[in-house]
């Protein structure tokens, strides 16, 4: 039994980190009676353990609800669940494209964030009517007056248009459901026209192989029918198309305006497109619908197992995490002081730090990350254009003739007394200041020009140290620009430890080859001979610094004898020594690797 | 009769691995030094008699060895011994294990407890060598170390012992106390140099686990220095040995004659019976020690039980590692053998003879750089993840 296009609402929920998306949702849920109090699993939408943890969601997810409105009609309200951070702007994106709505939800004691509001723009941006909602009204802390003024300023609507809910309590929640029903447009699409059914999401089940998450725009899909993948080219059988609500509730059909999910009998998750439209064999010439960017990775790092050993248990990891995340991408990369690992492309910071812990806490794996790098753009003398994801890559300066570096569009948010503090961290950055913006007379949006290579590492960190943790933050990529950029390396007793090359503005470059000499004679060891540590920009030294010779390195004597004490002793030792690399002759701490890459908070 | 070989030669240290001898532990002190970790008991010297007893029962309970090369009487304070039981001790192991002719009975000595009359009568009951625990005579070193001796005592006892004709006279020091300065440390090497014993032990303090000096250094008080260590170390090699003391182990000098037999034994390989509480022996491919306590040593003993408080065997590679590991202290260095050959074409081996830290000096493997000596031994028990 299909239900009509106009009894169903199709809506996210944007919101940023812990302002209580989760929660919400499992409030909607409750009323809506897909599912009792009693087995609901707190956060339900958030399937997996880190994303509970972190309270940050990954995988879209569509969850269907049944909602008697207020006029007496029955109304189906599907929940398209969003990623909250821009990393996964790519599974925004496709999202939204699956809504004709979406819930803007800000916490009324924080307001609204960078990241929530580039989403929004986002869903502006595709035509969604938003809904703007404030939460945790119950806090004392709350200010959902001046919020909603706020608010009201961004969109251009009325301060009163904005919903004041709790989603602990369940207070305004009623008045929410009834406005997704009143304000969001229900869905255009005829039954009668060819099938098009956009691919939002997908993702690997172990027993069910490749499930899509689908969204029916015209036409319908059955049990038994055959698909056919506009941009892939490929057929499958339908295996069984369902809902959540939020359990899988296989249905006969999905119609117009419906949302689902779809299990063929494929079970590479490769060979599904996310963004692909899927129509009927007979229908292949129809338009496709707009669909995605592929996920372009923008932040690189070198992942290498601390135990050489585990290279090949790295690469099963990662295969098996590409099974649910198609934008993970890397190559093999060896290196003469980390041995054999990967060079991982990442969609941003927050990917690359959950990848790395997946890595870690599901996989068991003991890794060393090199500081992230960005992709540069190199033109050979020759004309051609390369791609350089890694220092080592990169070509002499006499054998090139132009380099370009990422910009990003970085939006701060921050309170209006930090701006300054932020424009001088900008500044260092090499930010170009492109808009200022005061949501309210007491907080500031500020938009730069700057490069990806100077927010990838710690920059975060700096900005919230600099603005008492009140500063929100978020980018997008900005195409590239050419730099006087040059590669400092880092040379152990006169040999480059490829580790810790970098790529650098030559403004910069003085003060990362002092800090990484000065932070290595700290990490590194006294060893038997004097190991000079120089930093330089191809033969030129630009710093340098001594790790002094071990003088002494024996007991007196052999504990009245007890020479088994003395053994245990030595091996113990040992057994420490182990977990440094050798490179060249020099012995490094497997730490130093790690430590010597953190940058300074007050940087 | 006493040899006048170099300490330093081959054929001495391997001539070692073959003897037997025996370490008897007297662990009473008057008082405990704060940097000693050694099992010692202060205040309770009213119970030597009581232990010397425990300690004769103990090797009259012992399997027989083969006669004794040398016996060592350490400590503790073996000084606080009464007349009377040296020869006992001495008595029981030669009705034991039969002692050789000539042969080496040290006995550790405190400068102030040595009289002319105490050293007449040890050298009545038999022994040859004594070992003052001299450790400075630095006034303020001596203080910071908690001896009860002054730079006095220790010309007194040197000399009395010598005027008693001990035939050879040891003294121990210790260097690197932060008190002690390049110039004290001259002064005590010229000053011992100048009261010409036969053998001087050079020990860098270390600050133990568990003693006071360890507490003091955590709550703030300056730790002895490595690289100062290191450069008195170099003085005392060099003041010692234009003084004719040739170093034959990383801390042991003596002249032609006078290293310690029981010491050599033991970097050796050789065979060692053990007696007392906390003694540690090597027999028949076994590492053993006895209990660390007085009170359970002595239940222990007069209930006609086993002092052995633990054991490994250490046979076969491991026993060849072994003898690599406390060989390589030894300035004559270690003879070929499978674990020379292995060490030398392992990576480490290689890197450390790169680095010119060993070498292969006419088949036998040297370490160049003593004070690199544990740097060496640990590079050596990676030899034991070999199947060999």
Same mark, same amino acid.
């Given at each position: 039994?299909?239900?009509?296009?106009?009894?169903?609402?199709?809506?996210?929920?944007?919101?940023?980190?812990?302002?209580?998306?989760?929660?919400?949702?499992?409030?909607?849920?409750?009323?809506?009676?897909?599912?009792?109090?009693?087995?609901?699993?707190?956060?339900?939408?958030?399937?997996?353990?880190?994303?509970?943890?972190?309270?940050?969601?990954?995988?879209?997810?569509?969850?269907? @609800?049944?909602?008697? +409105?207020?006029? =007496?009609?029955?109304? !189906? %309200? &599907?929940? #398209? $669940?969003? /990623?909250?951070?821009?990393?996964?702007?790519?599974?925004?994106?496709?999202?939204?494209?699956?809504?004709?709505?979406?819930?803007?939800?800000?916490?009324?004691?924080?307001?609204?964030?960078?990241?929530?509001?580039?989403?929004?723009? @986002?869903?502006?941006? +595709?035509?969604? =009517?938003?809904?703007? !909602? %404030? &939460?945790? #009204? $119950?806090? /004392?802390?709350?200010?959902?007056?001046?919020?909603?003024?706020?608010?009201?300023?961004?969109?251009?609507?009325?301060?009163?248009?904005?919903?004041?809910?709790?989603?602990?309590?369940?207070?305004?929640?009623?008045?929410?459901?009834?406005?997704?029903?009143?304000?969001?447009?229900?869905?255009?699409?005829?039954?009668?026209?060819?099938?098009?059914?956009?691919?939002?999401?997908?993702?690997?089940?172990?027993?069910?192989?490749?499930?899509?998450?689908?969204?029916?725009?015209?036409?319908?899909?059955?049990?038994?029918?055959?698909?056919?993948?506009?941009?892939?080219?490929?057929?499958?059988?339908?295996?069984?198309?369902?809902?959540?609500?939020?359990?899988?509730?296989?249905?006969?059909?999905?119609?117009?305006?419906?949302?689902?999910?779809?299990?063929?009998?494929?079970?590479?998750?490769?060979?599904?497109?996310?963004?692909?439209?899927?129509?009927?064999?007979?229908?292949?010439?129809?338009?496709?619908?707009?669909?995605?960017?592929?996920?372009?990775?923008?932040?690189?790092?070198?992942?290498?197992?601390?135990?050489?050993?585990?290279?090949?248990?790295?690469?099963?990891?990662?295969?098996?995490?590409?099974?649910?995340?198609?934008?993970?991408?890397?190559?093999?990369?060896?290196?003469?002081?980390?041995?054999?690992?990967?060079?991982?492309?990442?969609?941003?910071?927050?990917?690359?730090?959950?990848?790395?812990?997946?890595?870690?806490?599901?996989?068991?794996?003991?890794?060393?990350?090199?500081?992230?790098?960005?992709?540069?753009?190199?033109?050979?003398?020759?004309?051609?254009?390369?791609?350089?994801?890694?220092?080592?890559?990169?070509?002499?300066?006499?054998?090139?003739?132009?380099?370009?570096?990422?910009?990003?569009?970085?939006?701060?948010?921050?309170?209006?007394?930090?701006?300054?503090?932020?424009?001088?961290?900008?500044?260092?950055?090499?930010?170009?200041?492109?808009?200022?913006?005061?949501?309210?007379?007491?907080?500031?949006?500020?938009?730069?020009?700057?490069?990806?290579?100077?927010?990838?590492?710690?920059?975060?960190?700096?900005?919230?140290?600099?603005?008492?943790?009140?500063?929100?933050?978020?980018?997008?990529?900005?195409?590239?620009?050419?730099?006087?950029?040059?590669?400092?390396?880092?040379?152990?007793?006169?040999?480059?430890?490829?580790?810790?090359?970098?790529?650098?503005?030559?403004?910069?470059?003085?003060?990362?080859?002092?800090?990484?000499?000065?932070?290595?004679?700290?990490?590194?060891?006294?060893?038997?001979?004097?190991?000079?540590?120089?930093?330089?920009?191809?033969?030129?030294?630009?710093?340098?610094?001594?790790?002094?010779?071990?003088?002494?390195?024996?007991?007196?004597?052999?504990?009245?004898?007890?020479?088994?004490?003395?053994?245990?002793?030595?091996?113990?030792?040992?057994?420490?020594?182990?977990?440094?690399?050798?490179?060249?002759?020099?012995?490094?701490?497997?730490?130093?690797?790690?430590?010597?890459?953190?940058?300074?908070?007050?940087? | 009769?006493?040899?006048?070989?170099?300490?330093?030669?081959?054929?001495?240290?391997?001539?070692?691995?073959?003897?037997?001898?025996?370490?008897?532990?007297?662990?009473?002190?008057?008082?405990?030094?704060?940097?000693?970790?050694?099992?010692?008991?202060?205040?309770?010297?009213?119970?030597?008699?009581?232990?010397?007893?425990?300690?004769?029962?103990?090797?009259?309970?012992?399997?027989?060895?083969?006669?004794?090369?040398?016996?060592?009487?350490?400590?503790?304070?073996?000084?606080?011994?009464?007349?009377?039981?040296?020869?006992?001790?001495?008595?029981?192991?030669?009705?034991?294990?039969?002692?050789?002719?000539?042969?080496?009975?040290?006995?550790?000595?405190?400068?102030?407890?040595?009289?002319?009359?105490?050293?007449?009568?040890?050298?009545?009951?038999?022994?040859?060598?004594?070992?003052?625990?001299?450790?400075?005579?630095?006034?303020?070193?001596?203080?910071?170390?908690?001896?009860?001796?002054?730079?006095?005592?220790?010309?007194?006892?040197?000399?009395?012992?010598?005027?008693?004709?001990?035939?050879?006279?040891?003294?121990?020091?210790?260097?690197?106390?932060?008190?002690?300065?390049?110039?004290?440390?001259?002064?005590?090497?010229?000053?011992?140099?100048?009261?010409?014993?036969?053998?001087?032990?050079?020990?860098?303090?270390?600050?133990?686990?568990?003693?006071?000096?360890?507490?003091?250094?955590?709550?703030?008080?300056?730790?002895?220095?490595?690289?100062?260590?290191?450069?008195?170390?170099?003085?005392?090699?060099?003041?010692?040995?234009?003084?004719?003391?040739?170093?034959?182990?990383?801390?042991?000098?003596?002249?032609?004659?006078?290293?310690?037999?029981?010491?050599?034994?033991?970097?050796?390989?050789?065979?060692?019976?053990?007696?007392?509480?906390?003694?540690?022996?090597?027999?028949?491919?076994?590492?053993?020690?006895?209990?660390?306590?007085?009170?359970?040593?002595?239940?222990?003993?007069?209930?006609?039980?086993?002092?052995?408080?633990?054991?490994?065997?250490?046979?076969?590679?491991?026993?060849?590692?072994?003898?690599?590991?406390?060989?390589?202290?030894?300035?004559?260095?270690?003879?070929?053998?499978?674990?020379?050959?292995?060490?030398?074409?392992?990576?480490?081996?290689?890197?450390?003879?790169?680095?010119?830290?060993?070498?292969?000096?006419?088949?036998?493997?040297?370490?160049?750089?003593?004070?690199?000596?544990?740097?060496?031994?640990?590079?050596?028990?990676?030899?034991?993840?070999?199947?060999?």
């Amino acid at each position: 039994m299909r239900t009509p296009t106009s009894r169903i609402r199709n809506f996210s929920i944007i919101a940023h980190i812990d302002h209580g998306k989760s929660t919400l949702a499992d409030r909607l849920l409750e009323r809506t009676g897909a599912v009792t109090e009693r087995d609901m699993k707190e956060q339900l939408l958030d399937t997996m353990d880190l994303e509970r943890e972190r309270g940050i969601t990954i995988k879209a997810q569509a969850v269907r @609800l049944d909602y008697r +409105a207020s006029d =007496e009609l029955d109304y !189906v %309200l &599907n929940l #398209i $669940d969003t /990623p909250g951070h821009v990393d996964f702007s790519y599974e925004v994106s496709r999202s939204l494209a699956a809504c004709e709505g979406a819930v803007l939800l800000v916490d009324a004691s924080q307001g609204v964030q960078a990241q929530t509001l580039a989403n929004a723009y @986002l869903a502006i941006e +595709a035509g969604l =009517e938003i809904v703007p !909602v %404030l &939460n945790k #009204i $119950d806090l /004392p802390a709350a200010e959902p007056e001046a919020r909603a003024a706020e608010l009201a300023g961004i969109l251009g609507c009325e301060p009163d248009d904005v919903i004041k809910v709790s989603a602990k309590t369940g207070a305004g929640v009623g008045e929410l459901l009834e406005r997704l029903v009143t304000d969001i447009p229900a869905p255009v699409g005829k039954a009668d026209d060819p099938l098009r059914a956009l691919v939002f999401d997908s993702y690997f089940d172990a027993y069910r192989g490749v499930v899509c998450s689908v969204r029916v725009m015209d036409g319908s899909l059955a049990q038994g029918d055959t698909a056919w993948f506009l941009a892939t080219r490929n057929r499958h059988d339908v295996a069984e198309i369902g809902v959540l609500k939020p359990v899988a509730t296989p249905v006969s059909e999905l119609g117009p305006g419906e949302s689902g999910y779809l299990i063929t009998g494929v079970k590479e998750i490769d060979q599904i497109r996310v963004g692909d439209t899927i129509t009927h064999p007979n229908h292949t010439d129809v338009e496709p619908l707009p669909g995605y960017d592929e996920p372009k990775p923008m932040v690189f790092s070198g992942l290498f197992p601390t135990d050489g050993d585990d290279f090949e248990r790295l690469r099963e990891a990662l295969e098996k995490l590409r099974l649910n995340d198609a934008s993970l991408s890397w190559e093999p990369e060896s290196s003469k002081a980390l041995g054999f690992g990967f060079r991982v492309g990442f969609l941003g910071l927050l990917h690359m730090e959950i990848v790395r812990e997946r890595l870690e806490r599901e996989y068991d794996l003991d890794l060393v990350a090199t500081a992230p790098s960005v992709a540069y753009r190199v033109t050979l003398s020759d004309g051609t254009e390369i791609e350089v994801k890694s220092p080592q890559d990169l070509p002499d300066s006499a054998d090139r003739i132009n380099l370009s570096e990422p910009f990003v569009r970085a939006m701060i948010i921050t309170p209006a007394e930090f701006t300054g503090p932020v424009m001088e961290l900008m500044q260092k950055r090499r930010g170009e200041l492109d808009g200022m913006h005061y949501l309210t007379p007491e907080r500031v949006e500020l938009t730069y020009h700057v490069p990806l290579a100077e927010i990838v590492f710690d920059f975060f960190d700096i900005l919230k140290s600099r603005t008492r943790g009140y500063a929100s933050f978020d980018y997008d990529p900005d195409g590239y620009r050419e730099a006087d950029l040059v590669r400092v390396d880092i040379l152990l007793a006169g040999s480059p430890v490829d580790a810790f090359s970098t790529i650098t503005h030559r403004d910069n470059a003085y003060r990362y080859g002092r800090s990484m000499a000065e932070k290595l004679r700290e990490l590194i060891p006294r060893q038997m001979f004097e190991v000079a540590i120089q930093a330089a920009i191809g033969s030129r030294i630009i710093a340098r610094e001594t790790v002094r010779a071990v003088r002494k390195d024996v007991t007196a004597k052999c504990y009245g004898g007890d020479i088994t004490r003395k053994k245990k002793l030595l091996a113990r030792q040992k057994e420490g020594k182990k977990r440094m690399k050798m490179v060249g002759t020099v012995e490094v701490p497997q730490d130093a690797f790690v430590a010597a890459l953190r940058v300074d908070a007050d940087d | 009769m006493r040899t006048t070989e170099a300490p330093d030669s081959p054929a001495v240290f391997d001539r070692a691995a073959d003897r037997k001898s025996a370490y008897v532990h007297i662990p009473f002190c008057a008082r405990v030094c704060p940097y000693c970790d050694f099992a010692v008991v202060g205040d309770r010297t009213d119970e030597m008699d009581r232990y010397v007893q425990a300690v004769v029962g103990e090797i009259g309970r012992d399997e027989p060895l083969a006669p004794l090369d040398a016996v060592f009487v350490g400590g503790g304070t073996p000084s606080l011994l009464p007349v009377g039981a040296l020869a006992r001790i001495l008595a029981a192991l030669a009705e034991r294990h039969g002692i050789v002719d000539d042969p080496e009975i040290t006995m550790e000595a405190n400068p102030e407890d040595w009289t002319v009359s105490r050293g007449a009568g040890y050298l009545e009951e038999g022994l040859t060598r004594v070992s003052f625990g001299v450790q400075s005579t630095d006034p303020r070193v001596l203080l910071a170390l908690g001896r009860r001796h002054g730079p006095r005592e220790v010309g007194v006892a040197v000399a009395s012992a010598r005027r008693a004709g001990v035939p050879s006279v040891s003294v121990d020091l210790i260097f690197g106390h932060p008190v002690e300065t390049e110039a004290s440390w001259r002064r005590t090497l010229d000053e011992v140099v100048e009261l010409e014993p036969d053998h001087v032990s050079t020990y860098a303090l270390t600050v133990e686990r568990g003693t006071p000096l360890s507490r003091w250094v955590a709550e703030g008080s300056p730790a002895p220095d490595p690289d100062v260590q290191a450069a008195r170390w170099e003085q005392a090699v060099e003041i010692l040995g234009r003084a004719g003391y040739i170093r034959y182990e990383v801390s042991n000098h003596a002249r032609p004659g006078h290293h310690c037999r029981y010491n050599l034994g033991a970097w050796a390989g050789a065979e060692y019976a053990a007696y007392g509480l906390g003694a540690h022996g090597h027999r028949d491919g076994i590492r053993f020690r006895n209990v660390r306590s007085l009170d359970a040593y002595l239940d222990r003993i007069e209930a006609g039980e086993s002092p052995r408080q633990g054991s490994e065997e250490v046979r076969g590679w491991e026993a060849e590692v072994e003898r690599l590991f406390t060989g390589i202290r030894v300035a004559a260095g270690v003879n070929g053998g499978r674990a020379v050959e292995a060490f030398l074409d392992s990576e480490d081996g290689r890197r450390l003879a790169g680095l010119g830290v060993i070498g292969l000096v006419e088949g036998r493997l040297v370490v160049r750089q003593p004070l690199f000596t544990d740097a060496v031994a640990r590079d050596v028990l990676g030899l034991l993840e070999m199947s060999s």
